[in-house]
């Protein structure tokens, strides 16, 4: 019989023998003629060693070695990975004149394909035992594919989950999430009590359920997130110069009315029904038409509206340089420098934090004031 | 044999450490000077704690006497002497449930006076005035709004290190701190209160008699806790008004030439971003308004418009006054300690030693974050007062002019 080292040996000596004469015919040229003739007078004095020895030292009395010798070991399946490594290729190369994620994409493809490939190779000819060989690849292989596989499983279902729950409306993820959770708790119950379901059944629910995950992520990453519209606060109202007024702002709507924090107050600012405004201060009391105020220093007022009808409690302190939407100062133009709390309804309170960084005899004259009544003042003196 | 050789000598010299040390606790229970023992109340509300406070040391005292003497008792008499192991018994339902309910009993003996008094200290109805306090690393910033109580203020007033108050008065205090929780405690006057940021805390005060009561931070705030001091100053109510008028008095300029009026240009050009003085004008007349928010990380620095009518500096950790001077105040008979007080820091009385440190050099002096390269996370903003790479020169003029500030 002969060996594959020897097929391969007088394969390569006729064609180096055919070459010769096809050069030496056609080309002509000493030079080229001998190097060709040479190489196959050297392959043929190979092959002749080969087939006489074998292949190798296996002996040819030893009639067991020709089935249970490495070489003679069946050939190991095809490799998936060279596809890889070609898909990685082209990703790459795509990747240069459309999108540089694609780059990435094939960096990491070829990447994976290349180790996969030569931890695939080398294992396969570890030794003539099929099996040992297999769990020599796992023992290289697992450390790492175990944790990356899991990373971008994880990732997957992540970034599905987020999909769907930003695509949902704000009333429907509730209603959807309620519906699976409870769905899951179902199946829950079914495979704890019916310890006869086969295993089988259980794999097939949960892997629908993981494509259904996937495919409704990418269905609504396709489609877009809902529209988010960030809340406007009381802040916002002072920010733009906007406390001014007495009606209902967004910023209003659903303020709580009632605040809890009862102590640790420098004061609460008092609106009566007759229109006065006063100041009770912690250890003054007996309403005060003025409230001194440490600079620099985060303070908090209560806001108590005994009027009978909404208002806001305004902390007017005078007027500042206007800014556009960068954050940079317009020159010459000044807008209205106040802080506020949100509308507080009849008998609401409503708190306010603010901090004042200027004295009022170099920036004043500060004041508390109500928007819709005259006259409603407690003037506040920063030393 | 070599342990049991030592054993007589050691044990004896075990005992003689124990009996020192012992001694030495009893004498420094009798300290004389002790400005911060609130065994010595000084007003009505320390009182207050001294009369719940002596009784329930008593008794815990006496609980503690019977369990150590019980176990010292059980110990001896029931040592190991080779006897055999006595028969085990278990359970022994009335001794348990009366050692249950006695010490019950005794907490619940003591709970209601405590609570009764720690309601009586927090009542802030029938104080007759307020002074604020705002804690910052590492000092107390003091103010005085404008109110009736206290014989009146009609402008506010504000100061550092030193609360001024009038003798024979319920004074509140309104308490907050700018940065980190700090802790005010004056130990013979009342207990302590956390101060916290965007919160009031109030504190009762009341001094019976003139005279200075120290106190320090009592809750950990950083670097320099343990030099951020404060002292309450009662004088009696007609000294206080005499303060009060000195602190509203208008702004002296020095005069034209002199030493001190080149300090103050030393002073506006280096000085005035952080700290205020009332009424210094620059060279066009315009009042210069201090911006401390720009350089401390606080935002706030000493008002110094009246620095040398208080006697101690940076968080009353230093003394403006010689150590004789200081005692001549600290000594005083209760008669002569407004006088004392009221007299300020003159220039012959002026502790120029720590002053003149701090000017060269206040990072070293107390240690603060003020190294320029290690403000990245406060966005370059000091804690506490930085280097300022003043001359000798300079610190004489500055000198001058502080001393002016009175
Ligand atoms: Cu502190």
Redo the contacts with the bound molecule.
Sequence with gaps: MTTTGSKLLIGATVMAVVAAVVYGVIVGGALGTIGLSSAAMGLALLAGVNVYTRDADVSSMDTQAVMAAPAAAAAPGNSMWPIGAAVGGVLLVVGFVTYPVMVVFGVVVLLAATVEWTVQAWSERASGDATFNASLRGRMAHPLEFPVLGAIGLGVVIYSFSRIMLFLSQAGGPAAFATIAALILLVGFVVAFRPTVRSGAVAGVATIALVGLVAGGVAAALEGERELHPHETTGDLGREGQCDTGEETEADENASQTVGAKANLLADIVLHEDGRLEADALGLPGGAGQLVVARNNPTNVRFVNASGEERRLVLDLGTRPAVDENGDVIEDEEVPDQRCTALANEDGNQLLNFTVTEPSASGGPYAFVVPGVDGARVEVVVP | MVREMSAGPSRRRLAGALTALGGVTLLAACAEDAPQDTWQPAGENAQRIQDLQWWVFAIAGAVGLIVFATIAWVSVRYRDRGQPIPRQTHGRPALEIGLTVLPALILVGVAIPTIGTLMDLSRTSDTECVVNVT?QQ?WWEVDYPPQEGCGGFSEPIVTSGQMVIPTGTKVLVRGTSRDVI?SWWIPRLNGKRDMVPGRVQTVRLQADRPGIYAGQ?T?F?GLS?AN?RMEVVALDPADFETWKANQLADYTAPMEGSLAAAGEQVFISQCATCHQVDGLVNADGVPIIAQPQERVFAGAAPNLTNLTTRNTFAGATWDLLTPTCRDDVWNASPEEFGAAYLAGVSADCLNEVDLREWLRNAPAKKPMYADPEQLGPTDGLNRGMPYLALSEAQIDQIIAYLLERQ
């Design positions: 804690g590492w700090h931070c809750e705030c806790h951020m």
